[in-house]
């Protein structure tokens, strides 16, 4: 494994795998990697001739109150990780090497970032946006992996991809999950032993809002309400949203048809959690296949 910390070194070595004919497969992160970014490695190795893993916790994308600077960190385990799940080429750059001098131009998200994580986090997609445009620049894949689990987050790679014309696929893995449905993170580890053991209430909330949608619930306005119940009734997290909305526009519904994500934030003392579900139903006016509501089924 080949580990960089310098862009133009990176772009060199793209330029040269590019030349070869090769398929180049692009799994970005924050690092302190679980089983979550793993499989999203795997299926990487799985799909491309080379894989590059990039470890940057990028400081755009926090704001000023964020957990930024207390964010796990542990290079060292991440590239033994990297290593025994086959990258090709770990990418490690340094914030400075990133960022040298204030930005002349950044990415501002216009669509799809003002719900869920957008509205509690203001400006983080754009500090997403900014640092993916500079890292697809860097590596040149063929394609993105990204994780169903920030599936604002993929909703808005989808629209920058397409609307910059990056040459890039975009490939969707769904969520990981703890054995109790807790869905992995690296900020699992803030969490203490009470809240370790109510967190899986998130997965739970959206596992029964899925069977109440499977026996034919469509009000998303009844959805929002049981997830929310769920959630109080089982821990102590303040709740930041719960939504159900259309996917990929990320547009809030009444009624719940087509592609529906339904996504909970929570606040725990230590750590904010996110986590959904998708789920797909006919669109609004179509027949739905003669079985009824057993027309829905989780994706994530
Ligand atoms: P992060 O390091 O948290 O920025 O995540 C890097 C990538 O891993 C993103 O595409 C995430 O969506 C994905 N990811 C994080 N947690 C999980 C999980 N539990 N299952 C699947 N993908 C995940």
């Known amino acids: 494994?080949?580990?960089?910390?310098?862009?133009?070194?990176?772009?060199?070595?793209?330029?040269?795998?590019?030349?070869?004919?090769?398929?180049?497969?692009?799994?970005?992160?924050?690092?302190?990697?679980?089983?979550?970014?793993?499989?999203?490695?795997?299926?990487?190795?799985?799909?491309?001739?080379?894989?590059?893993?990039?470890?940057?916790?990028?400081?755009?994308?926090?704001?000023?109150?964020?957990?930024?600077?207390?964010?796990?960190?542990?290079?060292?385990?991440?590239?033994?990780?990297?290593?025994?799940?086959?990258?090709?080429?770990l990418f490690h750059p340094e914030a400075d090497e990133m960022y040298p001098e204030p930005l002349t131009v950044r990415a501002i998200v216009q669509a799809r970032a003002d719900v869920l994580c957008g509205r509690s986090r203001p400006g983080h997609f754009d500090g997403v946006a900014t640092v993916l445009m500079k890292l697809f620049n860097i590596v040149m894949p063929d394609r993105a992996y990204f994780g169903m689990k920030d599936a604002q987050q993929v909703a808005v790679v989808d629209g920058l991809i397409r609307d910059l014309n990056f040459p890039i696929e975009l490939v969707l893995v769904p969520t990981v999950r703890e054995a109790d449905g807790l869905a992995k993170s690296s900020r699992n580890v803030y969490l203490s032993p009470q809240e370790r053991s109510e967190a899986p209430a998130l997965y739970a909330a959206l596992q029964a809002a899925a069977s109440a949608v499977e026996r034919g619930e469509r009000s998303a306005a009844a959805i929002r309400r049981m997830v929310r119940e769920h959630i109080e009734a089982h821990t102590h997290a303040e709740i930041d949203y719960v939504e159900v909305c259309s996917y990929p526009d990320l547009t809030p519904l009444e009624t719940l048809a087509g592609t529906v994500l339904i996504a909970v934030a929570v606040r725990f003392a230590s750590a904010r959690l996110i986590d959904n579900i998708m789920i797909e139903l006919p669109k609004t006016g179509e027949q739905g296949d003669g079985k009824g509501e057993q027309a829905c089924f989780a994706r994530s």
């Open 1 to 89: 494994m080949i580990v960089m910390d310098q862009i133009a070194a990176m772009q060199a070595l793209m330029r040269q795998y590019r030349r070869e004919g090769k398929t180049i497969g692009f799994v970005p992160t924050m690092g302190y990697l679980h089983e979550g970014h793993t499989s999203l490695i795997d299926r990487a190795r799985a799909e491309n001739d080379i894989v590059v893993l990039s470890v940057f916790v990028n400081p755009l994308q926090f704001g000023p109150n964020e957990d930024f600077a207390r964010y796990p960190r542990d290079f060292e385990r991440d590239r033994r990780i990297a290593e025994q799940h086959g990258v090709d080429v």
